[in-house]
């Protein structure tokens, strides 16, 4: 189901249309997750969950949650 159209901004920004964020119940200082499926994204709510929690749920991810925020922690510089 399409909710909205947003434009990317030269940062890489978009804004979530107001529909979807009302049906994803999230606000100002949420956090969400993107998941890439073919050439699709898919943003998904994280809510109170732990980033590990949420992504440990996620039955297509490569890895378990701490290990990918591991590899996150490597890329800083």
Same mark, same amino acid.
């Given at each position: 189901?399409?909710?909205?159209?947003?434009?990317?901004?030269?940062?890489?920004? =978009?804004?979530?249309?107001? $529909?979807?964020? +009302?049906? !994803?119940? %999230?606000?100002? *200082?949420?956090? =969400?997750?993107?998941?890439? $499926?073919?050439? +699709?994204? !898919?943003? %998904?709510?994280? *809510?109170?969950?732990?980033?590990?929690?949420?992504?440990?749920?996620?039955?297509?991810?490569?890895?378990? *949650?701490?290990?990918?925020?591991?590899?996150?922690?490597?890329?800083?510089?």
């Amino acid at each position: 189901m399409e909710v909205g159209i947003s434009t990317v901004s030269e940062k890489g920004q =978009v804004t979530i249309p107001k $529909e979807a964020r +009302k049906r !994803l119940k %999230v606000g100002a *200082g949420d956090k =969400v997750l993107f998941r890439l $499926e073919g050439d +699709k994204v !898919l943003i %998904v709510r994280i *809510g109170e969950r732990r980033l590990s929690e949420t992504l440990d749920s996620q039955k297509s991810w490569p890895v378990n *949650g701490l290990e990918y925020q591991k590899r996150l922690r490597n890329e800083w510089p």
